[in-house]
């Protein structure tokens, strides 16, 4: 028999209600919970191992999330016809579960825990991505996996101006806000977002709203925790501790650490001599030991977390103490900037972007509708016209690494990129057909390669000639925190990034912000510091944006002569039909006789027509063609036409693409004639006027003679008189 499940229900606003279940479902797992709303209903499930294993020195936690396409009553349209490899959009969700999570696991805590969170049952309204942490964090709850601390999780937008939790579909298309934000009770952990050019009032006031929801849903998983009778948290192995080792480390590394970090150094002298100084002390630590009392690999291992754990401190101290940095540079200082566009020959678009040791080498290539990227989940399937891929080999960082591919780091780098540089790009309905993909290679990386991608991609859109209004530039903030000291950096290096409590990345224009990404390491963040951090990243971010603007002061007129050409058009949705043809005979010979791509779609009651071709007079050409295909004729009106027929009583002559009339054989010439041969032939090009229609059969009647000057009548000899 099935025990009977145990539900807590709640209220998230509006008298929306969110049910958690547990005990019901997948009962073999160490904490298992539904979440519902509405019609959605996701499964978060939680596994630990009880032992770490042998050798293991990090926390392995893993977080996969996936959208079952059952869930929304379709079947994958892969070749298999079944869930594959996740998803970008189900990797992003992933790492918003991810980084909420990983926190609240205690430091010495080292056995594996898998997080897996399916989405069950989709409603077409409901998003799922701002419900599943709360599942994952309620799975948790439920269970002896020590964690320190409930989370949750949930979406901030701001329709008609006001802010609402976890907005519908159809209300997040009215947005101008869309952040997803994780918190405790007391703090804020996790924040993903993007806006149309917010102020850092509005999103400290969004951060405030979201915090109010979240403590409502983590009293509910407390009540849900409670309801279960979870008595306490599983003891767990913890590491080794060796406090005569930890105190030889520290004396023997600390003066010598601290003088590397106060050297002002690049960042492969400074890995150099750290890893020089810890090499001499590994080789003290041995030639210490005794035949009784030997130097051990374990003893060996530990010293070397201890090592890393003595850089850790004095950077820190240092920093927070002296206000030095371990490049030499103020607290507020960013590095030196280079930037160049139009770097190389055959992109439609490229820049070049070098900001201390950071380096992004990024392309711009246009393209048709048929290169836009198809977007597929369990609720919808949609066509995505702006595309950004970012990549990091490993050369970047001096390193040998295998080639597999982007990872979850590339794909979560190149979405924020994506998200903050969209805000500037040509919106829907728009004069500009182009489907646009920026590729951010990183070739050099320390510190913030995804806010040089920002950077680099928005020199490169306007070196394409995409009609980017404004720049969009982008920086990494650091903080430091020590009981109530603290430090907030700007333009943080790889290594700071590393030690420190926070990272954050806001991106924007010189009007507001467009992008956030954050990260807190510790418990506590007051909201003062959250906002001088917003301040202080203004301000890097505007440094950033005069040089910039410096570099590429606004977007090119024209897209580059060797760019392809795209004319997009605006028609009566009447004429939709005209332009394709009968089973598309005339859109294929207008794509066969000018050599372009034409793509045409109904869009908000009329057709949208995109005309793509190499060559300029291609497209005109095209362009001229559906011009006169949906162009009314008005009596009156002169026409370019050609001879198509020829017959005794006159010519048929196309004068409009698809559209024929005569010219009688009395409005050739101001001359009778007899016949037209010898007058006209086939293919011969004439000017005529619309002089009128046939009352009975409607076709239209044209002249020739009616533009030819009158010719004046000769005079006779005067009559004579008798």
Aim: net charge negative.
């Amino acid at each position: 028999m099935l025990q009977q499940p145990i539900r807590k229900v709640f209220d998230i606003g509006d008298g929306r209600e969110v049910t958690l279940e547990t005990g019901r479902l997948a009962r073999q797992a160490d904490g298992s919970v539904t979440v519902t709303m509405g019609k959605c209903i996701i499964l978060a499930t939680v596994v630990a191992n009880k032992e770490p294993k042998e050798g293991q020195s990090f926390f392995p936690l893993t977080v996969d999330y996936q959208e079952k396409f059952a869930s929304a009553g379709r079947i994958p349209g892969s070749f298999f016809k079944r869930e594959g490899r996740l998803s970008d959009y189900e990797v992003l969700v992933s790492r918003l579960i991810d980084r909420a999570l990983r926190p609240l696991f205690p430091d010495d805590y080292l056995c594996d825990v898998q997080v897996l969170v399916s989405l069950v049952s989709s409603d077409p309204e409901i998003m799922p991505d701002a419900l599943a942490c709360l599942a994952a964090s309620a799975a948790l709850a439920v269970s002896d996996v020590p964690i320190k601390e409930i989370i949750s999780e949930v979406r901030v937008g701001r329709v008609n101006g006001q802010f609402k939790i976890n907005p519908t579909r159809s209300e997040m298309e009215q947005s101008d806000m869309d952040f997803i934000i994780a918190a405790t009770e007391k703090n804020l952990m996790m924040v993903e977002g993007e806006s149309e050019e917010c102020s850092e009032d509005d999103l400290v006031a969004a951060l405030g709203v979201a915090h109010d929801a979240i403590r409502v849903q983590i009293k509910a998983q407390e009540e849900l925790r409670d309801l279960k009778g979870v008595a306490g948290k599983r003891d767990y192995t913890k590491p080794a501790q060796d406090e005569a080792l930890l105190e030889k480390v520290y004396s023997f590394a600390k003066d010598k650490v601290y003088a590397v970090a106060k050297g002002k150094l690049s960042k492969h002298e400074r890995t150099d001599q750290f890893a020089a100084i810890e090499e001499a002390l590994l080789k003290s630590l041995e030639e210490a030991g005794t035949e009784e009392a030997p130097f051990t690999a374990d003893q060996k291992k530990m010293a070397k977390g201890y090592y890393h754990d003595l850089q850790y401190d004095v950077v820190r101290d240092m920093i927070l103490d002296e206000r030095v940095r371990l490049d030499g540079r103020a607290l507020t200082e960013i590095r030196p900037l280079d930037m160049e566009v139009d770097v190389l020959p055959s992109p439609h678009g490229s820049a070049l972007f070098t900001r201390g040791e950071t380096q992004s080498l990024t392309t711009v290539t246009l393209g048709t509708a048929l290169d836009e990227l198809l977007i597929e989940s369990a609720a919808k399937s949609v066509y995505s016209k702006f595309i950004l891929h970012y990549n990091f080999p490993p050369f970047s960082t001096g390193e040998v690494k295998m080639m597999r591919g982007p990872g979850r780091r590339e794909v979560g780098h190149g979405n924020l990129a994506m998200r903050s540089l969209k805000q500037m790009m040509p919106k829907d309905g728009e004069d500009f057909g182009y489907t646009v993909r920026v590729v951010s290679d990183i070739l050099e990386s320390n510190g913030s390669s995804s806010m040089a991608t920002v950077c680099a991609g928005s020199l490169a859109l306007m070196d394409a000639g995409v009609p980017l209004p404004k720049h969009v530039s982008g920086i990494a903030m650091g903080l430091i925190t020590k009981a109530d000291k603290f430090a907030i950096l700007s333009d943080i290096l790889g290594d700071e990034d590393h030690l420190g409590d926070m990272d954050f990345k806001v991106t924007g224009t010189r009007d507001g912000i467009c992008g956030v990404q954050m990260d807190i390491k510790v418990d506590g963040l007051p909201m003062e510091v959250m906002k001088q951090a917003l301040e202080q990243a203004k301000a890097g971010r505007l440094h950033i944006l005069e040089a910039m603007y410096t570099a590429m002061p606004e977007a090119r007129a024209e897209v580059k002569a060797h760019a392809p050409r795209v004319v997009k058009m605006f028609i009566d949705k009447e004429f939709i039909g005209a332009v394709i043809g009968p089973g598309g005979k005339v859109i294929q010979e207008m794509q066969r006789e000018t050599g372009t791509t034409i793509n045409i779609e109904e869009v908000n009651n009329r057709g949208e027509i995109s005309i793509f071709g190499v060559e300029k007079a291609a497209v005109e050409k095209a362009e001229n063609w559906i011009k006169g295909i949906v162009a009314v004729p008005v009596v009156g009106e002169v026409y370019d036409a050609v001879v198509k027929g020829i017959k005794e009583f006159g010519a048929f002559v196309e004068f409009l693409p698809g559209k024929q009339g005569l010219v009688h054989i009395s409005e050739i010439s101001w001359k009778r004639l007899e016949t037209l041969e010898g007058v006209v032939k086939e293919g011969d090009s004439m000017k005529v006027k619309l002089i009128g229609t046939d009352p009975k059969s409607g076709k239209f009647k044209l002249s020739r003679k009616a533009l030819i000057p009158r010719p004046e009548k000769k005079e006779g000899p005067a009559p004579e008189n008798n």
